[in-house]
């Protein structure tokens, strides 16, 4: 019997039980290599005598430290706030340390927390890249046995593993479903030029109008804006100037609807009747807002369980060739839309 008077080892866990050491290494590794009922006894066993698995000791023995970095823009945002949830989730099942990273698009913090996780021996990075970054950037952290996995955003003509939504689908769909509706006037809200979500929408943006037979030298996008207070105050400045007013707004994302919603109520209109709004993300918020928002889903929390199941792929496979997804969006229809465009 195990001596609780001295740390319990692995080896002696696997002596206790009758069972092999790589047996309880798989077990507290949750591994599917081995029986569940095997699993249950082993990490039910260390659970009643109090063992800790030391990690440094681990890590010299695998080579790897199980510390994952994960970095986004905007870790406030509600879409990433769900993504960061189900990327947690799936890193902690397995028994990963993560170390938490919100750049604000700043390069400098970016290179930060990537010398940061170097430093640590990090195994793996999943980023939402900031804007302005190269492959190049991600080199050093490559060269050092670590795995990056690009989420939502990409870098241009990459050979890196990456998960993210298709973009230009994304914004087509918004864009058509107002155009269907009979809307004339259509503008897009929010983004910011130079990355590949941003552009890419302006791409989906102009492809619908393009169908639609409307002169894309006058598809008007209205750049920047991709919270609620920004959106706010770029509504309220189209509304004051003597520029053609929009029937329709196809938004960046669902926070950017949001605040052109309050702005448009602020101003004595009605979403849905004077002018329709869709959104993009499908927050939890949108389908409670006032008016319920239409928005086209983009897979937050698809997106971070794939992006864990990619990097577990690539430490597994280190030479294997690129995994590069793209999920495919689709639109809930609410009544920010109302039923029928207006000239």
């Known amino acids: 019997m195990t001596d609780k008077t001295k740390a319990p080892t692995q080896k002696a866990i696997a002596e206790a039980l009758g069972v092999s050491t790589a047996t309880v290494s798989l077990a507290l590794r949750n591994s599917p290599l081995i029986q569940e009922a095997t699993r249950k006894r082993v990490r039910n066993y260390v659970k009643e005598i109090g063992y800790i698995q030391n990690r440094a000791a681990t890590s010299l023995r695998t080579g790897r430290t199980r510390i994952i970095g994960v970095g986004f823009h905007d870790i406030i945002h509600p879409f990433f706030a769900e993504m960061l949830a189900a990327t947690e989730d799936s890193l902690s099942t397995d028994g990963d340390a993560i170390f938490v990273n919100s750049h604000d698009d700043d390069l400098s913090k970016q290179r930060r927390f990537i010398s940061t996780l170097q430093e640590h021996g990090a195994d793996g990075l999943i980023l939402s890249p900031a804007l302005g970054t190269k492959e190049v950037d991600l080199e050093a952290f490559c060269a050092s046995n670590g795995a990056v996995v690009l989420i939502v955003r990409t870098i241009p003509d990459t050979k890196l593993d990456y998960v993210i939504n298709d973009d230009p689908e994304c914004m087509r769909l918004a864009t058509s479903h107002l155009l269907d509706l009979g809307h004339q006037r259509v503008i897009m809200l929010g983004g910011r030029p130079g990355t590949t979500t941003a552009d890419g929408r302006y791409e989906g943006f102009l492809s619908a109008m393009k169908n639609a037979g409307q002169d894309e030298s006058t598809s008007t996008w209205i750049t920047g804006p991709a919270k609620r207070l920004q959106a706010y ?39 849905g009747r004077d002018v329709a709004v869709v959104g993009i993300d499908d927050t939890d918020e949108a389908q409670v807002s006032f008016p319920p928002l239409t928005t086209v889903t983009n897979n937050a929390q698809v997106i971070g369980q794939t992006a864990v199941d990619i990097l577990r792929r ?30």
Do not use: H
Request: hydrophobic share 50%; charged share 20%; glycine share 6%.
């Open 314 to 343: 690539r430490l597994a496979e280190p030479e294997a060739a690129p995994i590069q997804e793209r999920l495919q969006p689709y639109i809930s229809v609410r009544r920010s839309c109302g039923t029928s465009g207006f000239s």
């Open 233 to 271: 105050a770029a509504i309220k400045m189209l509304w004051a100037t003597d520029a053609p007013k929009p029937t329709a707004i196809a938004c960046f994302n669902d926070l950017v609807a949001f605040g052109a919603m309050s702005a448009l109520a602020d101003l004595g209109m009605e979403v």
